[in-house]
């Protein structure tokens, strides 16, 4: 289906960073070629996906983002947001957040909003420095306040088989993916733009459907690296060694044929409404 993989692992820093807990963009492409970038800034690595979907033009690429693409069903209905859930979600969030070109960025203010819209107290947000805590967001997960529920259905299942996802809400902390989220999507919603006739977001734009692969067709899909065996071979720090390993399941899911059936888990009506409504879902899970 894909001419070639591309696996992002994003980071919410707020000052420029190479190495560990950085940008890391691995892409692997037909002739088995992998090659791996560490970028300190959003932006800079924004501009490096636009140069590499604008410079083959007519290439079908597959990129894997490692963070969640959505929220728990009724997000959006609870904020008073028209439209389809998950694209209102991403114009609120394209709309609010600020990220500079040195990766200063306003993701812990516009959670406290978010949260006093939401609950009116510090939640479902949760997890910030000492210096943004307040009223309306507090360092620690509160003790109550399960609003809309704390996983989304896809880290519901991947739970139930034993894995430990981490909640869309948890913004700080080792593991946690929700301020990824809240710089990620914002980025992903220019790109949407930006490539309007090429891109799609599976599974909001395609349903549990395999996408299409015309020629120069752009896939946007959430993945989970940690859902896969990532040698430590200590040549490769841990972050670069999961976009490389995640790069290469595609390529080969897609060569075996396996990918196709990836696109279309086997999952209730209720899963799949909401996944494509509003939740999201991570391609390889499997209920």
Known sequence: MFDRFVVVDWSANS???????SIWIG???????????????????????VELFEVDPTATTLVGVDFSLGYPSGTAAALGLSGAPWSAMWTMLSEQITDDERNGNNRFAVATRINERLTGSAAPFWGCPPLAAGRYLTTTKP????????????????????RRPFSSWQLLGAGAVGSQSLVGIPMLARMRIRFASRLDVWPYTTGFDPPSAAPGAIVVAEVWPSMLDVADTGEL????????????WLAA??????????????VSAEVA??????????LGVRC
């Open 27 to 49: 892409v692997h492409d037909r002739t088995g070629r992998v090659s791996i970038t560490n970028l300190a800034t959003r932006r800079s690595a924004e501009a490096f996906l």
């Open 273 to 282: 409404t909401a996944a494509t409504a509003e939740e999201g879902w991570v």
């Open 237 to 248: 720090v841990r972050d670069a060694a999961q976009v490389d390993t995640t790069a290469q």
């Open 253 to 266: 899911a897609d060569e075996s044929g396996e990918l196709q059936a990836m696109f279309s888990p086997e």
């Open 15 to 21: 000052t420029p960073k190479l190495g560990r807990d």
């Open 143 to 162: 003790h109550s306040g399960e609003f809309l529920g704390e996983f989304r259905m896809v880290e519901a299942a991947l739970r139930n088989q034993g």
